[in-house]
């Protein structure tokens, strides 16, 4: 079952009895996920640049949007405009099918991993998952496998509540720590 269906038929149900909630519309539920990842080292080097892009659109399923620098900074050699991360935002199934492989697959290939702490929600409902290396996904293959990156996975979700957001990831099925 995937996590779509799992969301519709188990989880709404089971949170409005959790949280005693009294309308299916109070459920909470996941409304994005943002993919960010920092490509300040490919500053000197298009060639990686261009790699990295062509892992995370196999990773998200979708291409990833170039942040450029605001202003420049002398101290990181960082200069106006040029591109310092890429950001992918899912939505809908696409989200959903990248949860799943997140949680059923990728976290359980990290190295040394005992769980998703509980604590780096950020106050309003909101979660963060920082991972070192991308080659945790299946889509990275040896013959892909140039350069190592890390990157960030921002879960927002309809709440501003904490607990609610911790019960919904619970029911979803991450893996958090005790």
Do not use: C, W
């Not at 996590?3 to 949280?19: A, G, I, N, P």
């Amino acid at each position: 079952m995937n996590f779509k269906t799992l969301y519709k038929e188990k989880v709404t149900k089971s949170l409005m009895q959790d949280l005693h909630l009294g309308n299916v519309m109070a459920v909470p539920k996941i409304q994005k996920v943002v993919v960010n990842v920092g490509v300040g080292k490919t500053l000197k080097d298009a060639k990686m640049l261009e790699a990295i892009v062509e892992d995370v659109k196999r990773i998200t399923g979708q291409t990833p949007v170039k942040t450029l620098a605001k202003k420049s900074i002398a101290g990181f050699k960082i200069r106006e405009g040029q591109v310092v991360g890429l950001v992918v935002t899912m939505r809908g199934n696409r989200m959903y099918d990248f949860l799943e492989k997140l949680v059923k697959v990728a976290l359980p290939r990290v190295r040394d991993f005992r769980g998703l702490d509980p604590k780096k929600f950020d106050g309003h409902g909101n979660y963060n998952i920082g991972l070192r290396e991308q080659i945790v996904f299946p889509e990275t293959t040896r013959e892909h496998f140039e350069y190592t990156f890390g990157l960030e996975v921002n879960i927002q979700t309809s709440t501003d509540d904490d607990k609610q957001a911790l019960a919904l990831l619970k029911s979803l099925g991450f893996p958090f720590s005790k």
